[in-house]
């Protein structure tokens, strides 16, 4: 009977391990989960580009920051046709930088231009929406420093409430697994005891089975 016990824990703990490692992929992309900053701004950047697209000027101007130095897409020669995200970065709060490759019909020359790289600039504003500051065409993510991007824009980044900020997202990412690790070692302590239980209760029927076996000779 600890023979069956013992089995039957290897198999429930085999059965947990499988069960656990979907739940470690997911815990895995917890930790590079997007923090509502960047999905924000990202969202905001998704409507303008759209709406470049569409050649819907008026949106377009409503989505771009009032301080943004950005160049005109509404003029004839350039049209923005297709756009992908590549990656982005907060480098502050209130402060997002995106990557994006974008496909761009040439009018004048008449060729397309495929998958041109362009980091945008993209910032929160004092009552919480997300604004268009800043188009860096020919660049890439890892081409802009956060000290150069704080550098540009003084007073819109703030270090140390960003690193704070980093700070308490780790720890509650430490928490999170703590936590998920506990839910684990609790379900394996009950399948424990519930197979110990199952070894104890079949017990004394097979002794019994023996006995008869025995009388009956």
Known sequence: MVGVALLTLSALAAFDSALDRPRTD?????????????????????????CIVRRDWDEVKRLTHPKARLSSWSEPNDELKIFEFRGARPVGPGAVLIEVGEDVYHR???????GSPAVYVVFKTGGG?????????????????????????????????????????????????????QAR?????????????????????????????TLHR
């Open 26 to 50: 997911s815990a895995q992309s917890l930790l590079h989960e997007e923090s509502p900053d960047v999905f924000l701004s990202k969202a905001t950047l998704q409507q303008y580009l759209s």
């Open 108 to 114: 004048d020359s008449q060729n397309m231009s495929v």
């Open 185 to 213: 070692l609790a379900r394996l302590a009950r399948a424990a005891r519930r197979a110990t239980d199952e070894a104890r209760r079949s017990a004394p029927d097979a002794g019994s089975l023996d006995v008869r076996r």
């Open 129 to 181: 929406s997300w604004r268009i500051r800043d188009r860096r065409p020919g660049v890439r993510l890892r081409d802009v420093s956060d000290a150069s991007l704080r550098a540009s824009y003084p007073g819109w980044t703030n270090h140390q409430g960003f690193a704070r900020e980093r700070a308490e997202a780790r720890q509650a990412r430490k928490q999170l697994l703590a936590e998920k690790r």
